[in-house]
């Protein structure tokens, strides 16, 4: 049976003991600079997306197009073998209505957010995005989605060059 520990060895400090002075710190921020590619499959998914294609891989052993596109297939542990040109249309997988931004501040008028079955890619295989020209009321999983894509010269290779996803008018 172990004792417990009454008091640690060193000295105690208290919020007094910074204030007074009593302590010295000092404030360092390092001149760090840093690099990062997005690698070969990303980098071809957004110079697509500047120019208002979506684009997947295939994987030919377990037959599955992967939206975003990956260079090796995360379910049979191998390269991917094809670029394939999937669709701007889709349809919701899941979807969300948060009352709260990305900065979690309460907002009144929700941004509805959706992960989009991509037409063309593998079923189960999507994108999480805005919705938007939509009724909050009428999203249901299941629902017919195309991208609204900004003007091409205001494209900048960014998954936000889709402005959002619509419902798709039937009939």
Partial sequence: MSEKIKHYPGTELESADFK???????NWRPNAKYA???GIGLSRYLEELQNGRLIGRRCNLCKRVLVPPRMFCEQCFRPTDDWVYVKDTGK??????????????R???PTPVAV???????????ILHRLGNVDIKQIKVGMRVR??????KDREGSVNDILYWEPIKEG
């Fill in 147 to 152: 991208a609204v894509w900004k003007a091409p």
């Fill in 92 to 105: 919701i997988n899941t979807f969300s209505i948060p009352y709260i931004d990305a900065d979690v501040n």
């Fill in 20 to 26: 007074s002075k009593k302590i010295i710190t000092i």
């Fill in 107 to 109: 907002i009144t008028t």
């Fill in 36 to 38: 990062w590619t997005a």
């Fill in 116 to 126: 989009i079955e991509i037409d063309g890619a593998s079923p189960g295989i999507g």
